[in-house]
């Protein structure tokens, strides 16, 4: 099956530019898309069909794509960014429609 | 405002049947898909399955396949997850959320707070 492959942590102080990557071998064919998980609750969309922001996401939050890797830049990370944030894709295999990242843990020092 | 609202957490013991529930708001429930979202303790996300409560066409992931069933009842506008007989590896944390079509794929665009599940003797 097919897979998306993040860091499990990522860490930066506050102020600094946090990435965190998805890697996959169709996602130069395919929309990314992320979520932010703050501990204890659901996950909130950012990221859409690559790079788009959700009304309300700060624009702080963005992304881009380069072959394979796509990556998810926090500009002048703050406390409050802290969380588990998971890719998701099309499953490139057929077998299903959807397939996440294992997820990557954004700790801000 | 669009809402999701899920029902309260659960403590089963294996063997027993369950059905958890996600009332939406704010929006036409029937113009959008609802898809289920496993969470399983300090794991990552799990995509489950997808309805369509206009005609409560289903799709399943396979690994959820014959494990759970999907429905919803478009009156009341609330989707739910149901399992026969759970089991321990069961505990979770289960997501509901309003799917936008994308191509090959959808995604996530509003989320339900979540409904915990624990399956313990």
């Known amino acids: 099956s097919y897979e998306l492959t993040q860091p499990p942590s990522v860490s930066v102080s506050p102020g600094q530019t946090a990435r965190i990557t998805c890697s996959g071998d169709a996602l130069p064919k395919q929309f990314v898309y992320w979520y932010q998980q703050k501990s204890g609750q659901a996950p909130i969309l950012v990221i859409y069909r690559d790079t788009e922001r959700p009304s309300g996401i700060p624009e702080r939050f963005s992304a881009s794509t380069s072959g394979t890797t796509v990556t998810l830049t926090i500009t002048g990370v703050q406390a409050e960014d802290e969380a588990d944030y998971h890719c998701q894709a099309a499953d490139n295999s057929g077998s299903d429609l959807v397939v996440f990242g294992g997820g990557t843990k954004l700790t801000v020092l | 405002e669009v809402q999701l609202v899920q029902s309260g957490a659960e403590v089963k013991k294996p063997g027993e049947s369950l059905k958890i529930s996600c009332k939406g708001s704010g929006y036409t429930f029937t113009s959008n898909w609802i898809a289920w979202v496993r969470q399983r303790p300090g794991k990552g996300l799990e995509w489950m399955g997808i309805?369509?409560?206009?005609?409560?066409?289903?799709r399943y992931s396979p690994s959820f396949q014959g494990q759970v069933t999907i429905s919803a009842d478009k009156s009341t506008s609330t989707a739910f997850l149901q399992w026969s007989s759970l089991r321990a590896s069961d505990t979770a944390m289960y997501y509901c959320?309003?799917?936008?079509?994308?191509?090959?794929?959808?995604?996530?665009?509003?989320w339900g707070q979540g409904t915990l599940v624990t399956v313990s003797s």
């Open positions: 959320a309003r799917s936008v079509a994308a191509g090959l794929t959808t995604y996530f665009d509003s």
């Open positions: 309805i369509y409560p206009g005609d409560s066409d289903t």
